[in-house]
């Protein structure tokens, strides 16, 4: 269409209008909203008069274009030449602020506005809502709402989703029964942004509630609805109905692919996930960094290093040979698949780095088993003055773990409250349990646990508990046994666990006891499956697996390893079968 503009503002220089403000000015929306910002900016400096619809549509047009920064110089400007903004003026550089994250500009800017008395009209209110909540000054988003006369539909799609950002998923939900209850429809852009409170407090049925009403409303085939639908149902742990959805879906964007990609790959089919990657190429979808991070997480989850090689050579080839979060990734696969020189080529090669490098590569060494190399990486970070937060602790934590220092680990636990002013998190205490289980201090362990300032979750305990197996503490085990049983009743791997503890001390009738506490709830061990990627093919395998057509060299092979371990002291630990045919389930 730009062509036909071009011709349109041929006739208009021809015919002598181009001196007109009203033809001059949709000139320049026009040039604006076909993304041809240079012509916008060439007729805006040669026009001999300008006026408030003039600097707002120039204002406007670089907000569009994402050119924040040339948008915040033009409205300074404007005040500079005496130009007074209006409402709509606000309403269109407002999202300029919102992107730059800056909450000194936006309190600046609403301040101005109180006192020229600028009206704060819906749109006005929205965008100020909206920048406090991504500035994470939730009270002065609450106040505005709470001052308002009216309030529309918008509004309050703005606080639902402002909310949800903070990760406050019930007051989200609060503020969308109030609309219901205030008789407001609420549009497609709402009901997108209310699923994933849902997804965030798993309320799998609210979420079914609302995609009834989705359905009866016809606005289930529009792409940001779909893809929150989707990301909703695997949030809440029906990855089946997610990618039913996904796949009734007529229109699919960047954002849709790249949600769908990652909740595969969180939900542990890491295959599903890089196919999923392979279609949305092949479909024409344009790939973003998102894409390329969530591919590489399942080429790390699978672990997959045929697969991520290929990615990075996309990576290489592409647009994001230098992208942060992508290269960040990379890292984090060559480390999971076991190439730990890969990963730190990757790393020392970046020509920017952040936060999330150094915590990708203090992970990387961690998890190696290489505590020296990690903390010497934790002390460059900080040299390069690089702030640790939680994330980098805890990968300092867990390298504690593997290579079992604990007094490092707890020198480091310390120094994260104390000098850092962080405050220690769910996965930080499961960590300080971990290092102490594994050291065999239990009563260490059970007093971290104690002296938590929140409820233990089922990983915490499930680690003491995998820590009492370890070390045969029977008692210590029942008392983490009867909370995992309270809190994660259906997971087998405790039962199974408790059961082989009591069957190392003898203890027959309390394995009977689980046994049938299994059957009354109908908990089902599922088998754990091992794979393995031999030259391009993936080899998997069960216990006591017989299917493998190389098996009978297996076992050779392992009976042999067996008898050396043997020689070198090893005592095997008996492993108590509870497989469902055992027990007549």
Not at 17 to 44: G, I
Not at 555 to 560: E, I, Q, V
Request: proline share 3%; net charge negative; aromatic share 10%.
């Amino acid at each position: 269409m730009i062509g036909l503009g071009a011709q349109l503002h041929g006739l208009v220089v021809r015919y002598g209008f181009e001196l007109d403000s009203p033809v001059a000015n949709t000139l320049l929306a026009m040039y604006s909203k076909c993304q041809y910002l240079f012509d916008a900016c060439k007729l805006f400096d040669t026009m001999p008069q300008t006026d408030l619809v003039t600097w707002n549509g120039m204002i406007s047009g670089f907000v569009q274009n994402g050119f924040m920064g040339e948008a915040s110089h033009l409205f300074r400007e404007m005040i500079s030449v005496g130009i007074k903004p209006d409402s709509i003026t606000f309403a269109s550089f407002l999202p300029s602020v919102t992107e730059l994250a800056c909450v000194k500009q936006g309190k600046e800017i609403h301040g101005y506005m109180i006192r020229h008395g600028v009206p704060l009209d819906l749109f006005v209110k929205s965008a100020l809502i909206d920048i406090y909540f991504k500035c994470r000054d939730v009270e002065n988003a609450r106040k505005i709402f709470l001052q308002s006369d009216t309030i529309d539909v918008i509004v309050c799609t703005a606080m639902v989703s402002g909310f949800v950002l903070n990760g406050m998923n019930c007051e989200a939900l609060e503020i969308f029964r109030w609309l219901l209850k205030e008789k407001m429809r609420p549009n497609s852009v709402t009901l997108a942004s209310v699923l994933p409170a849902c997804a965030g407090l798993a309320a799998l049925k609210l979420g079914k509630e609302l995609h009834c009403n989705i359905l009866k409303n016809g606005i289930d085939g529009r792409c940001h609805v779909g893809s929150s639908i989707s990301d909703m149902y695997a949030k809440c742990g029906r990855l089946d109905l997610a990618c039913h959805i996904f796949g009734r879906m007529s229109e699919r964007d960047t954002v849709c692919w790249n949600s769908m990609i990652t909740s595969c790959s969180q939900n542990g089919k890491p295959e599903e996930a890089i196919e999923l990657f392979r279609q949305m190429g092949m479909e024409g979808t344009r790939y973003d960094c998102v894409s390329i991070s969530a591919a590489l997480s399942a080429c790390a989850n699978l672990p997959s290093l045929r697969y991520g090689k290929e990615i990075h050579g996309f990576m290489v080839k592409g647009a994001f040979s230098s992208d942060l979060f992508a290269e960040s990734t990379l890292i984090d696969m060559y480390a999971k698949c076991g190439y730990l020189d890969s990963a730190r080529c990757v790393f020392d090669t970046m020509q920017v780095k952040n936060e999330v490098s150094w915590n990708s590569i203090i992970s990387a060494y961690g998890n190696h088993g290489l505590l020296k190399d990690s903390l010497t990486l934790f002390d460059k970070m900080l040299e390069n003055r690089f702030f640790p937060d939680h994330v980098t602790f805890l990968a300092i934590l867990s390298a504690c773990g593997h290579a079992g220092q604990v007094g490092i680990g707890a020198c480091y636990f310390c120094s994260m409250t104390e000098d850092y002013g962080i405050p220690a998190r769910m996965e930080h205490y499961a960590c300080m349990v971990d290092l102490f289980g594994r050291a065999g201090r239990l009563n260490e362990a059970f007093e971290t646990i104690k002296s938590m300032p929140f409820t233990p979750d089922a990983g915490v305990w499930g680690t003491l508990l995998g820590a009492c197996r370890v070390h045969g503490n029977v008692q210590l085990a029942e008392v983490a046994s009867r909370h995992l049983f309270d809190l994660d009743p259906q997971n087998a791997g405790y039962y199974v666990l408790l059961s082989n503890l009591h069957a190392d001390a003898g203890q027959w009738g309390s394995v009977l006891k689980i046994r049938s506490l299994m059957k009354e709830r109908q908990v089902k061990k599922v088998p754990g499956y091992s794979w393995i990627d031999i030259n391009n093919t993936t080899h998997i395998f069960v216990a006591a697996d017989g299917s493998h057509p190389e098996s009978a060299e297996i076992y050779s092979t392992l009976k042999s390893l067996l008898l050396e371990l043997r020689k070198e002291g090893y005592v095997p630990q008996l492993y108590l079968p509870m497989h469902s045919q055992s027990m007549g389930m």
